[in-house]
């Protein structure tokens, strides 16, 4: 199982960026993905899950909501994380992972796979 997280880049202050998280070996589609993200220094932190039910089951982080978005295109094998009104301080490593749980929720869920990150850099 492989999850890759893409779609990362330099953008500036008030700008958006969509990160997309695939999969090889792993169907998404009926398990909760959560996106973390880690800054220099800093502990990896929490921002999004998206449950296996969808848009009716999702988590964000309180710095978060109201900017991010995260949904899942099951046909794509895909989830993504819509970021708009970017500030510096969301600057990170973004990762995406897995809980492979069938039918999996976003109420206390465990990752168990986890992606390689992208790059995310908001310049003020």
């Known amino acids: 199982v492989q999850l890759q997280a893409s779609g990362g880049g330099l953008v500036q202050t008030g700008g958006s960026l969509t990160l997309s998280c695939t999969a090889s070996?792993?169907?998404?589609?009926?398990?909760?993905i959560g996106w973390f993200r880690q800054a220099p220094g800093k502990e990896r932190e929490g921002v999004s899950c998206?449950?296996?039910?969808?848009?009716?089951?999702?988590y964000y982080v309180d710095s978060v909501k109201g900017r991010f978005t995260t949904s899942r295109d099951n046909a794509k094998n895909t989830v993504y994380l819509q970021m708009n009104s970017l500030k510096p301080e969301d600057t990170a490593v973004y990762y995406c992972?897995?809980?492979?749980?069938?039918?999996?929720?976003?109420?206390?869920?465990?990752?168990?796979?986890w992606g390689q990150g992208t790059q995310v850099t908001v310049s003020s």
């Open positions: 992972a897995a809980d492979p749980w069938y039918g999996s929720s976003c109420a206390g869920p465990s990752y168990g796979y």
């Open positions: 070996g792993f169907t998404l589609n009926y398990y909760a």
């Open positions: 998206i449950g296996s039910s969808g848009d009716v089951d999702t």
